[in-house]
């Protein structure tokens, strides 16, 4: 997962109707080749998006961006915030696979499995960082009158950074349990397809 670059605006005097954390997805794909798991394997980590310029690639990726606007208020010679929403803007990058037809039904079978897991570790992220834009949102309505505007939106940097830092180190967490549970995740996932399958309600 990329890391996320913040835009704080100040709307003093423009009207931002209150709303609760809006996140706003979008997806696309990179191919992948093979007729055997480990030339499936092997694409994904050759043909895989790069995360924060590493050289290294990875089979799934969700780059975001966090967007505060923050409207302001004077009022008997204080500033307090009037309105807040923060908006989550996140792009998932998945893999699909253009021999899925050629292939024999055990590699399908592999296959849908862990797309389908790329697909929902993913979108964790995704519900991680709308999360953390709701705390956001709720943490900068909750900030306390002061003397001018500018002294407020120096604390609403602060708190924003603060949060935002909370969020990266969920996100990493969530990453480093999903990785120790990964093989067993995934065969237990492969169980339950494979069962799906003799009760006939998944066909291939």
């Known amino acids: 997962m990329n890391r996320l670059f913040l835009a704080v605006s100040l709307f003093a005097a423009l009207s931002v109707p209150a709303s609760a954390a809006t996140l706003i997805r979008s997806y696309s794909y990179f191919t992948v080749r093979g007729n055997s798991l480990p030339e499936i394997e092997h694409q994904l980590h050759t043909q895989g998006p790069q995360i924060d310029g590493s050289v290294e690639r990875h089979p799934g990726a969700t780059n975001m961006e966090f967007t505060s606007k923050v409207r302001y208020r004077e009022a008997d010679g204080r500033c307090s915030v009037d309105d807040v929403q923060v908006t989550v803007r996140a792009h998932v990058i998945l893999p699909r696979w ?5 292939a024999d039904q055990e590699l399908r079978i592999i296959w849908d499995t862990l797309a389908s897991d790329i697909k929902r570790h993913e979108e964790s992220h995704m519900n991680i960082a709308k999360n953390h834009a709701r705390m956001l949102e709720d943490s900068l309505r909750a900030l306390p009158r002061m003397r001018s505007c500018e002294d407020l939106a120096d604390k609403v940097e ?12 969920e996100q990493n967490e969530f990453d480093r349990i999903e990785t120790i549970n990964f093989e067993s ?8 397809r494979l069962e799906q399958i003799e009760a006939g309600r998944i066909r291939y």
């Open 98 to 102: 253009r021999d899925w037809r050629r």
């Open 185 to 192: 995740r995934i065969e237990r996932l492969l169980n339950y």
């Open 158 to 169: 602060i708190v924003t950074d603060r949060a935002l830092a909370r969020h990266d180190d």
